[in-house]
């Protein structure tokens, strides 16, 4: 039973350190200088070919971002809960 444990907290935390590290990225989004986006997506049924949309609109990024990290830090506290019961 032990082991079991270990293993589930083990893997939550694996979990939140991932989670953590993206929060981290898109805070360090935030506070940049510059944001630009690059959108990547494929059209077409047996030939797909790929294309790209880049974005440059600072406050849309940044509003993107945020919302973001929103959802992430529900994650996040999700995932602490979790391990808590643990």
Do not use: H, W
Request: proline residues 1%; aromatic residues 6%.
């Amino acid at each position: 039973m032990e082991a079991e444990k270990f293993e589930q907290a083990k893997k939550i935390k694996g979990n939140l350190d991932v989670l953590e590290t993206q929060k981290y990225k898109l805070e360090s989004a935030l506070k940049s200088c510059s944001l630009g986006a690059t959108i990547g997506y494929s059209r077409g049924g047996s030939f797909p070919s790929k294309q790209e949309v880049s974005l440059y609109n600072r406050d849309l990024i940044k509003e993107m971002i945020t919302k973001a990290l929103e959802g992430l830090n529900g994650e996040i506290d999700l995932v602490k809960e979790e391990f808590e019961k643990l």
